[in-house]
């Protein structure tokens, strides 16, 4: 469900309440209203699924490449797959044969990335035996407490 905001009430915080088939009240504060130095909802949620949609687009296409070529695939092979493999938040992906995975770096805070992000990490690893899993639990990793309720993958 997307929910688009058109206009702030000035008090503190909003309520909307959706219909009763979708039992849910969300309270939103406006961005006037959030503490200097934290990171607003909807902005967040909108920087944070880039790098997963980006990742998305890549994980299959890297998975057929391991799997046929019993290889994974280098920094340079990344280019074949998506060109550029950036966006407008994500500032590029690397890739670690060793441990079978690919790291999303966010843009700085002088390219538009909300400073709880900026040039910041989400490390995504591929287990033959299962699946894809997801880790900010990395050297500059995203702090964990902007990932919960805002991105798909549960990362430790």
Same mark, same amino acid.
Request: hydrophobic share 30%; aromatic share 6%.
């Given at each position: 469900m997307n929910?688009?905001?058109?206009?702030?009430?000035p008090s503190p915080t909003k309520s909307i309440t959706f219909p009763s088939a979708y039992a849910a009240k969300l309270v939103i504060t406006p961005y006037n209203e959030i503490p200097p130095g934290s990171c607003g909802v909807e902005q967040l949620i909108t920087q944070l699924l880039e790098p997963y949609y980006l990742y998305e687009y890549l994980s299959d296409a890297l998975v057929v490449e391991y799997l046929e070529s019993g290889r994974w695939p280098s920094?340079?092979?990344?280019? %074949?797959? /998506?060109?550029?493999?950036?966006?407008?938040?994500? +500032?590029?992906?690397?890739?670690?044969?060793?441990e079978l995975y690919i790291e999303a770096t966010m843009r700085s805070e002088g390219e538009g990335v909300l400073s709880c992000l900026a040039? %910041?990490? /989400?490390?995504f690893y591929y287990h033959?035996?299962? +699946?894809?899993?997801?880790?900010?639990?990395?050297?500059?990793g995203?702090?964990?407490?902007y990932m919960k309720d805002n991105f798909p993958m549960t990362c430790d």
């Open positions: 929910i688009t905001l058109l206009e702030l009430d920094d340079n092979d990344l280019s %074949k797959v /998506i060109t550029p493999p950036t966006g407008t938040y994500t +500032k590029g992906f690397t890739m670690n044969a060793a040039d %910041k990490s /989400i490390r033959p035996e299962s +699946k894809w899993t997801c880790s900010v639990s990395i050297p500059n995203v702090p964990s407490e």
